[in-house]
């Protein structure tokens, strides 16, 4: 785990060290054990290191035996082994005995295509001197953070921000297509970032640059195939694939725990890892709602070495500013917060951690998957007469049934953008008016998704919807905070149910196994029974619950009010009605606690990254 840096020049000028340098000083968090650097004609690479692997011959950048191929590379390929041996077979040389290397040689063996090889989490630049080619490329799920900007002049690209910002050397600005995307989703969705010019690579993509011509393109496709199967054949692929997935992500030269909540997905990972060697295990909780009680039940019966912390409305407000300088893109998921304290404490003991993102979206583990079954007594309605009846049923009176005959007359590209949905038709009553004029290009969340949409147009709802979250929720928001709120303590998030095979196995299911009215991760509880402790295997999923909307009915609340009403973010965001949102929720008329941290998490990040340009220019990390 570590951060790589790349500039090139397309006029084939040498870039400066001393910014590559200073680069790679901008996230010396992602890798504080050692530094390295590579220019030539035209281009240059930076690297820091969080040694994992062969700490004491694994260093970056990594070359080819002829020195033409020069490489850095962020995550960690867990089949490297088995690669390794089909390439020394091939009669391929290694230097080192690292996983990094590996991708040179796969490169060497079939050009842009060795990403179909990989296995694991990455983002990698590779500089091909023989061909003039700057190739970079991102795993499948969006793991690993690639953000990238380029004029005519040259192409820049990083781990983070901040280094790309430090390198680019111009002003900030807010880019508005990325405000809209934002305050519906409450993340940047690939590729945009928050500011204009500045884009994220997008999961399964590779870039390739070759006499000043940029090309980014998809090389791997999330593809659903159900086949009918017998349902115990399914459950034993399941478990045979996360057994392998797991013991696989364990592979490393330096200490390995697991968070542990109270729901199934990280409580299988921590069980199977038991399976194979003792670990540690890390939980955090809330006053009032204390996850904790339940995690430490079941570090006792899996025998693990445990620690937890309990969370107060101090320590988590206390971090807030911490946070959104390492998470750099603004998401306002309350739950970033809880990871960043709970990545510290395991930074303590560990260097890797093991967790349970990806199995929602790839078994069927939001209870919004529920809803298309729920509203399957309408489906036989033509689309004709469902419009005509949402028209009526929109004009009635309040009564009860009416949301949910609105909802099942409402086409799902129309009612489902992913597992976060905050400002949606009063979008634009959020945005400064001034800042709108002269924008009609602007397009909504769910415009983006229907893009997504097409690509699935054929398979079942809530086959869609996971996709949909695939695509959106899972790396804008699940994944992005999952590695910058570790990394942000030096620390290595691994994510075993986010493998290619595990994928396979899950896209071959039948929606029928994955949900019912009552069930979500149905299959994936029954393949676990034995392996899953009994009082965690039925929990319902709960997330991080933090109790933010008691916090911001008290002071906090104001403020936090203040704080965006005196933030440069104003100029774009209608401070009158964020006011009103903070008294409707502190009078008790609703709860508007999400809403209103959108709009300070936008706030804080504004001081920070734009608004501050000492931030960014004053003192390295």
Same mark, same amino acid.
């Given at each position: 785990m570590c951060g790589i840096s790349g500039i090139l020049y397309f006029d084939r000028r040498s870039p400066d060290p001393a910014t590559l340098q200073s680069m790679c000083r901008q996230m010396i968090h992602r890798g504080p054990d050692d530094d390295g650097f590579f220019t030539g004609p035209g281009v240059g690479l930076g690297f820091r290191r969080l040694a994992i692997i062969d700490p004491e011959r694994a260093k970056q950048p990594v070359a080819s035996e002829d020195e033409s191929i020069q490489l850095v590379c962020n995550g960690e390929i867990y089949n490297y082994r088995s690669l390794r041996e089909e390439l020394l077979k091939k009669g391929h040389l290694f230097r080192t005995a690292g996983d990094a290397e590996t991708i040179i040689h796969l490169y060497e063996e079939y050009g842009r295509d060795c990403v179909h090889y990989l296995r694991g989490m990455f983002a990698f630049i590779l500089w091909d001197k023989r061909r003039e080619t700057f190739f970079a490329a991102r795993d499948h799920f969006g793991i690993k953070p690639f953000y990238y900007t380029y004029d005519k002049e040259k192409l820049v690209c990083s781990s983070t921000l901040k280094s790309l910002l430090k390198a680019a050397g111009t002003q900030p600005r807010l880019d508005l297509q990325s405000l809209?995307?934002?305050?519906?989703?409450?993340?940047?969705?690939?590729?945009?970032?928050?500011? @204009?010019?500045? #884009?994220k690579l997008p999961p399964a993509h590779r870039l390739t640059v070759q006499k000043g011509s940029v %090309?980014? @393109?998809?090389? #791997?496709?999330?593809?659903?195939?159900?086949?009918?199967?017998?349902?115990?054949?399914?459950? %034993?692929k399941i478990r045979e694939v996360l057994q392998e997935s797991v013991r696989l992500h364990i592979q490393s030269d330096v200490p390995v725990g697991?968070?542990?909540?109270?729901?199934?997905?990280?409580?299988?990972?921590t069980a199977l890892v038991r399976q194979l060697q003792p670990v540690k295990t890390f939980s955090v909780g809330f006053e009032g709602n204390n996850e904790c009680t339940i995690s430490r039940i079941t570090a006792a019966k899996l025998q693990t070495e445990h620690h937890e912390q309990l969370i107060t409305e101090d320590d988590y407000f206390n971090v807030v500013n911490d946070c959104i300088q390492f998470q750099e893109d603004p998401v306002a998921d309350p739950s970033a917060i809880a990871l960043y304290i709970v990545a510290k404490m395991a930074a303590r003991h560990v260097r890797v951690v093991l967790s349970g993102e990806g199995a929602d979206e790839l078994f069927g583990g939001y209870r919004i998957y529920q809803e298309p079954l729920a509203l399957a007594p309408l489906r036989w309605m033509p689309p004709p007469l469902k419009k005509t009846l949402h028209a009526l049923v929109e004009k009635m009176p309040a009564f009860h049934g009416k949301n949910y005959l609105l909802r099942a007359t409402t086409p799902l590209e129309d009612r489902f953008v992913g597992n976060a949905k905050l400002f949606t038709d009063e979008v634009y009553d959020v945005i400064n008016e001034k800042a709108l004029l002269n924008r009609t290009e602007l397009r909504s969340a769910f415009q983006l998704a229907r893009q997504y949409y097409e690509d699935v147009s054929d398979l079942h709802e809530v086959t869609r919807m996971q996709y949909i979250d695939i695509?959106?929720?899972?790396?804008?928001?699940?994944?992005?905070?999952?590695?910058?709120?570790?990394?942000?303590?030096?620390?290595?998030?691994?994510?075993?149910?986010?493998?290619?095979?595990?994928?396979?196995?899950?896209a071959s299911i039948p929606v029928r196994y994955l949900v019912d009215r009552t069930t979500t991760k149905r299959i994936l509880r029954e393949a676990l029974q034995d392996i899953v402790p009994a009082h965690v295997i039925d929990r319902p999923k709960l997330g991080f619950p933090v109790p933010l909307r008691d916090w911001l009915r008290g002071k906090r609340g104001d403020a936090c009010l203040a704080l965006i009403q005196d933030s440069g973010i104003r100029q774009f965001i209608n401070t009158d009605y964020i006011t009103r949102l903070v008294q409707l929720h502190q009078n008790g008329t609703g709860d508007?606690?999400?809403?209103?941290?959108?709009?300070?998490?936008?706030?804080q990040w504004y001081n920070s990254f734009v608004s501050c340009r000492e931030s960014l220019t004053g003192p390295e990390e």
């Open positions: 809209v995307y934002y305050l519906t989703l409450q993340y940047v969705p690939e590729p945009w970032t928050m500011l @204009e010019g500045i #884009w %090309q980014v @393109e998809r090389y #791997w496709l999330p593809e659903f195939k159900p086949i009918e199967q017998p349902v115990e054949k399914i459950r %034993q697991c968070f542990l909540s109270s729901g199934i997905e990280s409580t299988a990972i695509n959106m929720w899972m790396p804008g928001n699940i994944l992005a905070k999952a590695d910058k709120m570790t990394m942000a303590h030096s620390l290595e998030l691994r994510v075993p149910f986010l493998d290619r095979e595990v994928f396979a196995v899950a508007y606690a999400r809403k209103i941290w959108c709009i300070y998490i936008l706030a």
